[in-house]
């Protein structure tokens, strides 16, 4: 039976990035079955999420500029006395693209280190967000922090240009994006209620970040604003 006898991460989360579910509520199913294989905590009292039909999935256009605004700032928070972010933002006028919390870091000059470190993890929901545009293939169980370099060579390199990030994003379809919402739900939860519980050992931030830009790009709640998208469970 699927999901009964897995106890590796990846597999698992490949397996449930290809599920065909027939509604939500087969999916909701599935995805504790494929948590309490790992050993997690579930709570079958969650609600199913919604459904196909019922959600709205962000366009390219949308894709691409929030994942620009990511790579901004994240590289901002890493590189903190580099000029290159900066100038790019002025140079194309889109500040606009970053969120008001992201511009009031982007343009401060005494940063906190607690700032930085919290911006840095902007990194895992720009990979989530790269997967859910085609751009990787397939995600790995979150355990490990990510790098940008597989898809390095799509992002602007000089201020000048654009790179090749937005002919390159293909969103995913609808089913595989609410298989991981689903999936990402639960497993939020479960660290939550007990982070120390489970076969499988899942970084709490990196999974707070993936709920976060899985929310975002499947429009849940109806909220546009990136600084306020929720990842209640």
Known sequence: ML???????NVVL?????????????????????????????????????????VRIRSNEELYKRMIALFLVTGSAHYPDGPFFREYVDEHGIVDWLSKREQEFFYNDSRKEKDIVNFTWGTEA?????WCGGLIDTLNFPQRQSSIGPIADLLPQEIEEEGELKSALRVRSTTELLNVSDFLYRLHWALRSSPKKGQAFADWEIVMEWHKAINWITCYDDEDDWDQVSTDT
């Open 3 to 9: 999901f009964r006898k897995r106890t590796d991460p």
């Open 126 to 130: 720009f990979i989530l967000l790269s």
């Open 14 to 54: 490949k397996s449930i990035q290809a599920l065909s579910p027939r509604d939500q509520f087969e999916r909701k199913e599935l995805c504790e079955k494929a948590l309490k294989g790992l050993g997690f905590q579930v709570n079958p009292r969650l609600p199913a999420i919604e459904s196909d039909g019922e």
